[in-house]
Nanobody
Framework: QVQLVESGGGLVQPGGSLRLSCAAS????????MSWNRQAPGKEREFVAR???????NYADSVKGRFTISTDFATNTLYLQMNSLKPEDTAMYYC???????WGQGTQVTVSS
């Protein structure tokens, strides 16, 4: 069955970097639109980034220029490289297969000094 398992979250200082990973199983990543979404405490879930099977990427305005979404088809893994992190990036981050949709369990990112 479809499974998405995120990892790589943690506590980082403002200005720091993290790379989130999403190990996909039960389907082949290269054929699907994949996204990262996030939800901060007390707020609605919001879109962060998306990548199409052809490699076209889209980003929320709030992360454009700081975050990069990518895929490794050899390992069937989705990534989110996050640079210049800000306290407002603090949230639970979810990997999503848009067709379904299917969601992972999330990985917590906390940006604080």
């Amino acid at each position: 069955q479809v499974q998405l398992v995120e990892s790589g979250g943690g506590l980082v200082q403002p200005g720091g970097s993290l790379r989130l990973s999403c190990a996909a199983s039960g389907f082949t990543l290269r054929y699907f639109v994949m996204s990262w979404n996030r939800q901060a405490p007390g707020k609605e879930r919001e879109f962060v980034a998306r990548i199409s099977p052809g490699g076209v990427t889209n980003y929320a305005d709030s992360v454009k220029g700081r975050f990069t979404i990518s895929t490794d088809f050899a390992t069937n893994t989705l990534y989110l490289q996050m640079n210049s992190l800000k306290p407002e990036d603090t949230a639970m981050y979810y990997c999503t297969r848009n067709y379904g949709p299917y969601w992972g369990q999330g990985t917590q990112v906390t940006v604080s000094s």
